[in-house]
């Protein structure tokens, strides 16, 4: 299930811009399905970004609908505003769950154009205030971040996407041809191979959270800690508290209950999650 998320302000021309991707990739690769997943596929109207909770499942209907949809041969075209770096890597880690490929294309159109735009429609336009707000609150996509990695920015000013002119080349190769990031290690499935299972978990990550706290006062924050053969943590510049690297160690211990890993891979494992988390990764 090659994934293409799109996001940018609101009123940005995103949904114009997601079904030119569409009849592009269903001209080029006409043997693949292409499903366009959006707010209003999915009868979420804009007010729910006015409360916290209502978008939190206006986010969880969106991930479900992508979920739906999943395999190794369909596309699917994520149109939204995906506004949230949190939300934008969630979809990423999906598609490296799935083990296919994943493109961000941000549709760049200034504040002011959106306002101006916003203000010519005629009905279901965004309230001037939530507008304001909603252009606050955006986190632009980073090219630099892996999750919104290939990043694909495409002017306001750019021409109609075309299957032979504009980004649609490269997106279509980053999509078809790119060989698909491998699943991170602590999301691998993999069966229980002992019937203390649950016992090494525990003990395990406890074991490299004293560790790690243990460096940490000896040798200060932004050091490089060794857990294991194969995982390694690198710290933050700031110390990190007890109690975040609890919490971490917990959510680790109810994720990997669920996706049972190996249990002499439980360090390296537990590494990598601390390093994703830190932003050390």
């Known amino acids: 299930m090659p994934i293409i998320l799109i996001t940018g302000y609101p009123c940005s021309g995103k949904t114009t811009r997601a079904n030119e991707i569409v009849a592009a990739f269903n001209a080029k690769a006409p043997d693949r399905k292409v499903h366009l ?3 209003e596929m999915l009868e979420i109207d804009k007010s729910v970004y006015r409360d916290a909770k209502q978008e939190k499942l206006a986010r969880a209907s969106v991930m479900s609908a992508i979920k739906r949809y999943i395999s190794q041969e369909d596309i699917v075209v994520v149109d939204g505003l995906n506004y949230i770096k949190g939300f934008r890597y969630q979809i990423f880690c999906e598609a490296k769950a799935e083990q296919t490929t994943f493109a961000v294309v941000h549709v760049g159109t200034p504040s002011n154009i959106c306002r101006a735009w916003n203000e010519a429609v005629q009905k279901n336009s965004w309230d001037e205030d939530l507008f304001d707000a909603l252009v606050f609150r955006y986190e632009e996509p980073n090219g630099m971040n892996r999750w919104d990695s290939p990043l ?21 190769d980053s999509i078809i041809h790119a060989k698909a990031k491998p699943p991170n290690f602590a999301t691998v499935l993999k069966p229980a191979v002992s019937i203390d299972y649950i016992y090494e978990l525990d003990k395990q990550t406890q074991d490299v959270v004293k560790h790690i706290l243990g460096r940490q006062q000896e040798g200060g924050a932004g050091q490089t800690v060794v857990v294991s053969d194969d995982g390694t943590v690198r710290l933050p510049i700031d ?10 160690r917990r959510n680790f211990v109810a994720l990997s209950k669920v996706r049972q890993i190996d249990c002499g891979r439980i360090k390296g494992a537990f590494a990598e999650y601390l390093n994703r988390n830190f932003g050390t990764a």
């Open 239 to 248: 110390n990190v508290a007890t109690a975040r690297i609890q919490r971490l």
């Open 152 to 172: 694909y920015t495409l002017p306001y000013s750019d021409p109609i996407i075309t299957p032979n002119e504009g980004i649609f080349p490269p997106l279509f």
């Open 37 to 39: 997943i959006s707010d």
